[in-house]
């Protein structure tokens, strides 16, 4: 079960870091809504820390509020 969460966790990241790449802004915050509900379910799991879920949660938001930003400025 750890490995499948983690698994997860792994290709919603990626799948999010390349929407965030692309410069779509509406992706991106779709698919950070499902990351944080992914990494929500890997602390009930115990797979996960909650310190290290919220570190995450808090440097993937940021990632995206920065694509954002780029995208304005284009």
């Known amino acids: 079960k750890n490995k499948a969460c983690r698994s997860a966790l792994w290709t919603a990241e990626k799948?999010?870091?390349a929407a965030v790449a692309e410069?779509?802004?509406?992706?991106?915050a779709e698919l950070?809504?499902?990351q944080y509900s992914i990494l929500d379910k890997a602390v009930k799991?115990?797979?996960l820390h909650k310190n290290t879920?919220?570190?995450?949660?808090?440097?993937?938001?940021?990632?995206?509020?920065t694509a954002g930003?780029?995208?304005a400025a284009e």
């Open 15 to 17: 799948k999010l870091r």
């Open 23 to 28: 410069g779509s802004k509406e992706t991106a």
């Open 32 to 34: 950070l809504q499902k």
């Open 45 to 47: 799991y115990g797979t």
């Open 53 to 65: 879920a919220s570190r995450k949660k808090a440097r993937l938001a940021a990632l995206v509020a």
């Open 69 to 71: 930003k780029a995208v």
